[in-house]
């Protein structure tokens, strides 16, 4: 239902944009985040947007990252740029969708940033 994309290798200092498309019987989506999960370390919280576009961003990504949306396409998007050795990790987005069913929660299933020094 949720379709990560867009890592890859970069070196410090560069720029990727991530996308994440959700797809199915979708009414509507409300919430959509980005985690990441670094080597041996608990998935963190990244960003999050809600349906009307507030925005909402962990410290450590803050004035670096951009999170957006298109609603029409039910995508949402991480722009990340001056990216650091410490943003390497598997990044996972997580929406709050409205299917035919019922709410339901979702997550993708990663994609794998690199960052080398």
Not at 3 to 25: D, F, H, I, N
Not at 65 to 83: C, G
Request: glycine residues 12%; proline residues 3%.
């Amino acid at each position: 239902q949720l379709q990560a994309s867009g890592g890859g290798l970069v070196q410090a200092g560069g720029s990727l944009r991530l996308s994440c498309a959700a797809s199915g019987s979708i009414i509507s989506i409300n919430i959509m985040d980005w985690y990441r999960q670094a080597p041996g370390k608990q998935r963190e919280w990244v960003a999050g947007i809600s349906r009307s576009g507030s925005t909402y961003y962990a410290d450590s990504v803050k004035g670096r990252f951009t999170i957006s949306r298109d609603n029409a396409k039910n995508t949402m998007y991480l722009q990340m740029n001056s990216l650091k050795p410490e943003d390497t990790a598997v990044y996972y987005c997580n929406a709050d969708v409205l299917v035919v069913g019922g709410p339901r929660n979702y997550w993708g299933q990663g994609t794998q940033v690199t960052v080398s020094s």
